[in-house]
């Protein structure tokens, strides 16, 4: 998946499961916070395969909920999640080394 012109890396090193996607959108989107729906509309997956994923996510802290609208929950990248950190520097290699190769 592109977003803003770059390839999400995690995607490209890992593959394209509902998981992999979903932990890179979060990663490539830290700032921000989105439904569920959100996310399955940016990542190109049906709401239901996001669902089934999304207690590993909160599981591991990688998401935390950041607002309530109505009864809908918005949530966001665990800034403070080791394994988000972590994940951030895999990502961070993975793109240099592309852009170093010029696999861009």
Known sequence: MYIGGWKMTLEELFGNSVLVKMVDF??????WDYTKTDVAKHIGKSRQSVSDCWAVLEKHG??????????TVLYKTNPESPIVKELSKLSLSIANTDIEGKNV
Request: no cysteine; glycine share 6%.
């Open 26 to 31: 979060f990663l490539e989107n830290r700032f």
């Open 62 to 71: 990688i998401v935390v909920p950041s607002r309530k609208i109505g009864r």
